[in-house]
T-cell receptor, first 111, second 115 residues
Framework: EAQVTQNPRYLITVTGKKLTVTCSQN?????MSWYRQDPGLGLRQIYY???????DKGDVPEGYKVSRKEKRNFPLILESPSPNQTSLYFC??????????FGEGSRLTVL | GQQLNQSPQSMFIQEGEDVSMNCTSS?????WLWYKQDPGEGPVLLIA?????ELTSNGRLTAQFGITRKDSFLNISASIPSDVGIYFC???????????????FGQGTRLTINP
């Protein structure tokens, strides 16, 4: 089954404790991206990756890092999480930047 | 960052009613996409539009790519309970950034249906 898999789905953590949200896709997509969803703000792009050689910032990259060492994986790293990073996070992939396939989401709470 | 103006932000309707929502932008787009997010899940693509003036249907859903390339609308006819969710429009900016044409999302329309 074609899918984008995120882990964990739910996480409660404390300020400053490094965490990683993993994302894996099995559709051989070149393009992958991370979004955060906050009430009234829709989906805002954090980082994207055109392929394993190209990764760049989206609209709200502050406080986040990513890596793309292999085509299928695109982890999101919060080196020192803060409460304003409490949000619902989505990973997405596609053959191009338009028709995205989304994961089921990871709800993060930073205390 | 750039955002689309999506309206209404929320809708409360009776089952069986028709629904209409739209997105507008000050910039032109070369692609419009409509997604639906069911509660607790990720957004799923409903309809993709690639040409100004294009009108596309997917079952009870109909979407149009505005002729000015700055807007799009989505209609749902004869709503049913499973239509509940958040609907997002997304436009693809024709200007490439690092080789990618940026996809911009609207704020979403939350649809609630009373049985």
């Amino acid at each position: 089954e074609a899918q984008v898999t995120q882990n964990p789905r739910y996480l409660i953590t404390v300020t400053g404790k490094k965490l990683t949200v993993t994302c894996s896709q099995n559709m051989n997509h070149e393009y992958m991206s991370w979004y955060r969803q906050d009430p009234g703000l829709g989906l805002r792009q954090i980082y994207y990756s055109m392929n394993v050689e190209v990764t760049d910032k989206g609209d709200v990259p502050e406080g986040y890092k990513v890596s793309r060492k292999e085509k299928r994986n695109f982890p999101l790293i919060l080196e020192s999480p803060s409460p304003n990073q409490t949000s619902l996070y989505f990973c997405a992939s596609s053959f191009w930047a338009g028709e995205l396939f989304f994961g089921e989401g990871s709800r993060l709470t930073v205390l | 960052g750039q955002q689309l103006n999506q309206s209404p932000q929320s809708m409360f309707i009776q089952e069986g009613e028709d629904v209409s929502m739209n997105c507008t932008s000050s910039s032109i787009f070369n692609t419009w996409l409509w997604y639906k997010q069911d509660p607790g899940e990720g957004p799923v693509l409903l309809i993709a539009l690639y040409k100004a003036g294009e009108l596309t249907s997917n079952g009870r859903l109909t979407a149009q790519f505005g002729i000015t390339r700055k807007d799009s609308f989505l209609n749902i006819s004869a709503s049913i309970p499973s239509d509940v969710g958040i609907y997002f429009c997304a436009g693809q900016n024709p200007f490439k950034i690092q080789g990618a044409q940026k996809l911009v999302f609207g704020q979403g329309t939350r649809l609630t249906i009373n049985p």
